[in-house]
């Protein structure tokens, strides 16, 4: 069965090493006590518990799975202590401002946590994640007195919480949502309509859940603009913070799933449910949004998870297991056959999951980072900072998950038949990281926003701005050969990412379908790029290190991955490239008949 151990060393290499974050950490307005020895305290501990109370429940909470009967939902054995134990240890609060009730700390330390906690079971990590929705909706459209009405309980873990966007017919068009408002003499709302595909919607482990919830208040306008928020707890709460009696919401099923079995996944319906409004009628989408793309980051960060998880299982298992021999000669000539780590497809597999592991890693901290700046930093670091999660975010989203799911089929075919068994967890992995490309915007979803929204909508300015980056680094590396065999492609990539960009978005002009029919390899592209940049600056790290006399093991190991991926994965973007610019008309040439015929 998988067994995690946090990657520890990696770590500290991203943070210390390559994203410098001592100093990030001491440029933050409020954060300047987050020195190097509270920071490794912290992930330490954070490890432990990843380690020793979230693992060892993770197998027998995928087979127990939550199980439903007459509207309750029984959570697995060992998931309502370890939340407990969650709460009480103060993790929930790690990210959230001290003037809320938390501990201040930047959100990228957050990160560290979620990626170690998520890994060996991201069905556990769902719990306290979703309980932050509302937290965050509260922070940015509550008023003082709703804040101190749910916050302390929801960051204590005495209550959980959810986010209740989806609806069964409307999927991620929220717009068509048909859960209606209606306003009370007291101020309050009366909801009725039904959520579907509620993660957490109802448990055991909490006395309260408090749901955000999208509606449309009566008279309100169609589409996006008449959408509203809402706060609606299972039970109700009193001004004084009392818990009073129960508010009509009610769990009508969970769902069967191909996985992440031990997190609820509800459909919720709102019989009369009272609650009260966020913000202004009709503008809970500004307050939503501010939480979608921390969701969306979120989700990301469960491809990493779930790929360190089935790399760790992998390298592992090649290591051990023994099986023909080395086409070069024996490498175990005393036993009778050879560890599979000595064929050369096996190491290709294992290099492709660490490639994509340790980029993936890069790109979520960094963008931790930023995601610091843009609320921390200096009048510019937060525009500079804006712009770049702008562009990356679906990136990151998209990108991170889809390479997951690569990531997460490898560990089940190194471990060839017994990878498709559930003995040693690697099915569990693929199966639990399979919807990380569906929930929060699906891949298609990001690609269109990425190209539509951010890319052509800004006129390029977006783009821009990151290729910019990217162009100074390379010139200011330019005449050094040490990494000539990095600069050089991821040059000649980043002035073709502006090109195809133009080329796409010329052909859009005469043709909307064409942006559509790009979107995916569009995004694929920009991902393989985005990493190229990310794995040559962590190659001139290593590089450093090794020519200032480090014999540590990581650094050569850095270096040789960055040369795989660009030697192996980095090519991909040829293929995506011929595809985005293939045009639209093979994709919508065909009529609805002939696909059936």
Known sequence: MADYKAPLRDIDFVLKDFLHCEQHYASLQGCEELGADLMDAIISEGAKFAENVVNP???????????????????????????????????????????????????????VIGEMVGAPSWAFSMYGGLALAPVTCLINGGSEAQQQRYLPKLLSGEWAGTMCLTEAHCGSDVGLLRTKAIKNADGTYTLQGSKIFISGGEQDMTDNIIH??????????????????????KYWVNEDGSVGDFNNIHCGAIEKKMGLKASATCVMNYDGAR???????????????????????????????????????????????????????????????????????????????KAFVEGQRALIYWLAQQVDLSQFGSEAQQAEATQLLELLTPIAKAFCTETAQEVTYLGVQVFGGHG?????????????????????GTTGIQALDLIGRKVLGSGGAVLSNFTKIIHKYCQANKDNAGLAEFIAPLAALNKEWGEVTMAVGEKAMANADEVGAASVDYLMYSGYVTFAYLWAQMAEVAQQKLDAGSNDPLYSSKLKTARFYFQRLLPRTASHK????????????????????
């Not at 297991?321 to 290709?348: C, E, F, W, Y």
């Not at 985005?580 to 009529?591: I, R």
Request: hydrophobic share 40%.
């Open 212 to 233: 955000a919830i999208l509606a449309r208040v009566e008279g309100a306008p169609a589409g996006t603009k008449g959408i509203s928020l809402f706060i609606a707890p």
């Open 578 to 597: 011929a595809a985005m610019l293939a045009g639209a008309n093979g994709v919508m040439d065909m009529s609805e008949d002939e696909f059936i015929c």
């Open 57 to 111: 429940i993770a197998a027998s909470g995928d087979e127990q799975g939550c199980k439903f009967v007459d509207g309750k939902v029984t959570t697995p054995a060992g998931f309502k202590d370890a939340f407990r134990q969650w709460g009480e240890g103060g993790w929930q609060t790690l990210g959230v401002a001290a003037a809320h009730g938390g501990q201040g700390l930047p959100s990228s330390l957050g990160s």
């Open 275 to 353: 609650a009260v409004l966020l913000g202004e009628e009709n503008r809970g989408l500004e307050i939503m949004f501010k939480l979608m793309n921390a969701a969306r980051l979120g989700t990301a960060l469960q491809g990493l998870a779930m790929g360190e998880m089935a790399y760790q299982g992998a390298v592992g298992y090649a290591r051990e297991r023994l099986q023909m021999r080395s086409l070069t000669g024996p490498k175990n000539p005393d036993g009778p056959a050879d560890p599979i780590m000595v064929h050369p497809d096996v190491r290709r597999m294992l290099l492709t999951q």
């Open 420 to 440: 498709y068994i559930s003995d040693n967890g690697m099915e569990r992995i693929a199966r639990d990281n399979r919807i990380s490309t569906v929930y929060e």
